[in-house]
């Protein structure tokens, strides 16, 4: 092979190499920071970039979110109980720029700034708050992570805390408690309710003797009128049956001899009733002297009748 060819060659393969190192593509998540002569130049967006070869250099940044483990790490709270806490950081990188030059590694930078945190908001807090407090720890540690870390162009976006774990001693006092706990609401329950039934129970009597008296004194209301009713009728119908008897005696104009013998009829009426003693009123003795001056008319006037008739053995003429 001449020199001349050689040379050729050597150029092509050199050119393509270049046009290879000046090509760089980045996926959808990331961005490139590129430098040219150990100088910031511009930050690279995803997809195809061109750099000037030998001269620059791209450090790519993943823009993802990032979940970061706080190991467990021993903590005593302010009431001198040691618990083991971890948590769990979900951080993002916001500005490439900052995350490459600001720290070098903001990965270890936040896991420790997590454990200094930590210990310092629960060693705040006794342990019955740490424990049903965790919304409140989670907030007061994504704060101090976020603001700390603004300055590597890092976001923390939330902070879960996993696990607290109190001493085994410190944990069956809290179950004993629990159980203490729960059996005093379980007997509180128990007494509201007896008491909670014996209330229902004698306002139900309450109600039932109301409504008993209430209706009875309907009934009693109910029967009242009706006798009232009763009364003012048969009254009405004894009232008109006076003014019919008394215009029928007056039209009939009666004698005294039928009065009298109507009034005996009353009094032979009263004299079978079961009373044994009875009171006549004044008017009774003309009334019962009346009665016997027509029973004398009547027995003389028959009397004379006999007398006046024919005699049969008057009629009668001897035979011979």
């Known amino acids: 092979m001449q020199p001349a060819a050689f040379v050729v060659l050597f150029v092509v393969f050199l050119a393509i190499v270049l046009v290879l190192m000046s090509i760089k593509i980045l996926r959808p998540f990331q961005k490139g920071v590129i ?27 993943d823009m993802r979110e990032k979940v970061m483990d706080i190991p467990p790490q021993a903590v005593i709270t302010k009431d001198n109980v040691q618990v083991d806490v971890d948590a769990v950081v979900y951080l993002q990188v916001t500005d490439p720029f900052r995350s490459i030059y600001e720290i070098r590694n903001y990965m270890l930078a936040a896991t420790k700034l997590a454990q200094t945190s930590l210990r310092n908001i629960v060693g705040d807090m006794e342990l019955d708050q740490t424990l049903t407090s965790r919304d409140v720890i989670n907030e007061q540690l994504r704060t101090v992570l976020d603001q700390a870390t603004d300055k590597w162009g890092v976001k923390v976006n939330r902070v879960e805390i996993q696990k607290i774990d109190p001493p085994i001693d410190i944990t069956n006092a809290m179950s004993r408690q629990m159980k203490a706990e729960r059996e005093k609401r379980a007997v509180i329950l128990d007494a509201e309710g007896v008491r909670q ?9 309450k109600r039932a003797a109301i409504l008993g008296a209430e209706g009875q004194a309907e009934a009693v209301r109910k029967r009242a009128d009706a006798e009232k009713y009763r009364q003012i009728a048969v009254a009405e119908g004894e009232g008109k049956a006076i003014v019919n008897v008394f215009r029928a005696i007056h039209e009939g104009k009666p004698t005294n001899e039928l009065i009298s ?37 009547s027995r003389k006037t028959t009397e004379g009748d006999l007398d006046t008739q024919p005699s049969p053995m008057a009629d009668s003429s001897p035979t011979e």
């Open 261 to 297: 013998l109507k009034y005996f009829e009353v009094l032979q009426a009263l004299a079978n009733g079961k009373a044994t003693k009875f009171f006549l009123p004044i008017e009774a003795a003309g009334i019962m002297s009346s009665i016997s001056a027509m029973v004398e008319a």
């Open 197 to 205: 039934a014996q209330i229902e129970r004698a306002e139900g009597e």
């Open 35 to 61: 430098e040219r002569l150990g100088k910031y130049v511009r930050t690279a967006d995803s997809g195809l970039n061109l750099i000037l070869p030998l001269f620059d250099r791209m450090i790519s940044v």
